[in-house]
Nanobody, 123 residues
């Protein structure tokens, strides 16, 4: 089973940047499409970005396009989320997730999830 562990979340001031990391433990990590989601208190889970298994295709939710960037390093079995110009509305628990089926990624039904990392943005 692929196991995912997020890191890098912390409390920052508005306007700051953060880079979240998601480390995979499975030897077949490079076969998995990966995505980032977040969930704020009282809100539904929100899709942010996805990257295909090879790391040569990226898809972003319109609300974060141009501000958040997803990337991966399959040699290190890590996927990243670079977040710039953070605002208080970005405060949420951020999750990475993976699945070898792109359709499940698009549907938000990825089968492997990390535990989440808290990002808090203060004004």
């Amino acid at each position: 089973q692929v196991q995912l562990v997020e890191s890098g979340g912390r409390s920052v001031q508005a306007g700051s940047s953060l880079r979240l990391s998601c480390a995979g433990s499975h030897q077949f990590f490079s076969d998995y499409n990966m995505a980032w989601f977040r969930q704020a208190p009282g809100q539904e889970r929100e899709f942010l970005a996805a990257i295909n298994w090879a790391g040569d295709y990226e898809y972003y939710e319109d609300s974060v396009k141009g501000r958040f960037f997803i990337s991966r390093d399959n040699a290190k079995k890590v996927v990243y989320l670079q977040m710039n110009s953070l605002i208080p509305e970005d405060t949420a628990v951020y999750y990475c997730a993976g699945d070898d089926n792109w359709g499940r990624v698009l549907a938000g039904r990825l089968r492997t999830w990390g535990q989440g990392t808290q990002v808090t943005v203060s004004s």
